[in-house]
Each structure stands twice: as C-alpha cells, then as structure tokens.
C-alpha cells in the first residue's frame, strides 16, 4: 500500500461548484498534514496544512482531518477556472523534515 | 513567508557537459534541503535529502555519483549534474522546511539537454 493515495483525476467541476479532493494515508502515526497546489510548469505551492481532527478554513479553502479513517480532504468553494491546477496532498514519512507526496488530484475548473 | 530561490531558472546545455543548479532559502535558515525531479505530466519524485556540514541522502535508484550535492552553509544548497544525458532533461524542484515538515518549494529549474 503506497503510503499516501489520491486520485490522479481529472476532476471536473463547473465555476462556483465546490470541488472535493480527497488523499488517504497509511502511517496511523502521522500527525501533520499538508495540501500543495501546483500549476502546470511551476512548483508546488503550500496552501494548507492541519494538525487536529476535523475542519479548519482558509478563505474558500478548507481541510478536513479524520485521522481514525487515515483520511484527509481539501474544499475547494465558489470554485475558480484559477483553481484549475494539481492539488498534492502530502504527509510526514521516515527521515527528518521528509514528507511523502501524493501523486497529485488534476484539477478543472469549467467557466 | 518562507521564501526559496532557484537558479538558473532554465538551462540548455549539450550532452556531456555539468550542470550546477542553487537552491536558497532567502529569510530562513535551513539545515535540510530536498531535491526533486518532476518529467512532463507525472509526480514529483524525490532525488535526495541534502544535509548541511554532512554527506547527502540519497533515494534508491538515484546515482550519487551524477547528481553531486552540496549544503555549503544554511542557506545555500547545490545540485550539479555531472555528464548529462538528455534523459536527464527534466525539472528540477528544490525544497526547504522552515516550519516542521512544512516544505518550500523554489521556483524550479528547467533543464535540457541537447
């Protein structure tokens, strides 16, 4: 089992929908979370990260943390065609300051 | 924020020749760096932990010997790849924590090579 899963989409979702990405993880120990946005031809880009079960928000962003199911999700509301990238979500592997990626949720936002 | 520089931003160079590539962190020290490879359309892959005053980490399959790094100080990391190939045309992504496990990223660098 890859240490962290996510769908590679695409996801497609019209303006203004809320999109829902969705990463699971394997390591019952892990205790921080990160989300990355990464537009084609660029590096990623941290835009969120959370520590504690349940919500936390950040403008139209927010995480969710459900650590019994090893579970973490990232809504996305009032979605923008500027939303349209790669949303990675990563997680704290073996080593010190590393963290796992996931393979990364290509995101389409339809105008 | 944490903020990471990358430079050059793209290269060109032809088959056979060295590249050196820098990563720094510009208002943040940072004792561990990381080095990535990205190819058109798939995943980031992680090359190698670069440690300050200390040898790199490197992940399996990676040849330590072609990509050299070096963690001259705490701010200042160096890829360099040595006899490329253009098989190593690619984009290069490093990183730094500056919170725990909180990764910055550098803009990247586009190499190719002919």
């Known amino acids: 089992q890859k240490e962290v899963e996510q769908n590679s989409g695409p996801l497609s979702v019209p303006e203004g929908a809320i999109a829902s990405l969705n990463c699971t993880y394997s390591?019952?120990?892990?205790?921080?979370f990160f989300w990355y946005r990464q537009y084609s031809g660029k590096s990623p880009e941290l835009i969120m990260s959370?520590?504690?079960?349940g919500d936390k928000e950040d403008g139209r962003f927010t995480a969710q943390l459900n650590k019994a199911s090893q579970y973490v999700s990232l809504l996305i509301r009032d979605s923008q065609p500027s939303d349209s990238a790669t949303y990675l979500c990563?997680?704290?592997?073996?080593?010190?300051?590393?963290?796992?990626f996931g393979i990364g949720t290509k995101l389409q936002v339809i105008p | 924020g944490a903020v990471v520089s990358q430079h050059p931003s793209r290269v060109i160079c032809k088959s056979g020749t060295s590249v050196k590539i820098e990563c720094r962190s510009l208002?943040?020290?940072?004792?561990?760096m990381f080095w990535y490879r990205q190819f058109p359309k798939q995943s980031l892959m992680l090359m190698a932990t670069?440690?300050?005053?200390?040898?790199?980490?490197?992940e399996q399959g990676v040849e330590k010997d072609k990509f050299l790094i070096n963690h001259a100080s705490l701010t200042l990391s160096t890829l360099t790849v040595t006899s490329a190939h253009p098989e190593d045309s690619s984009f290069y992504i490093c990183?730094?924590?500056?919170?725990?496990?909180?990764?910055?990223f550098g803009p990247g660098t586009r190499l190719t090579v002919t």
């Open positions: 959370i520590y504690s079960n």
């Open positions: 670069s440690n300050e005053g200390s040898k790199a980490t490197y």
């Open positions: 990563a997680v704290p592997s073996g080593g010190y300051q590393k963290v796992t």
């Open positions: 390591d019952r120990g892990s205790q921080s």
């Open positions: 990183s730094a924590p500056n919170s725990p496990y909180e990764q910055y």
């Open positions: 208002d943040f020290q940072a004792t561990t």
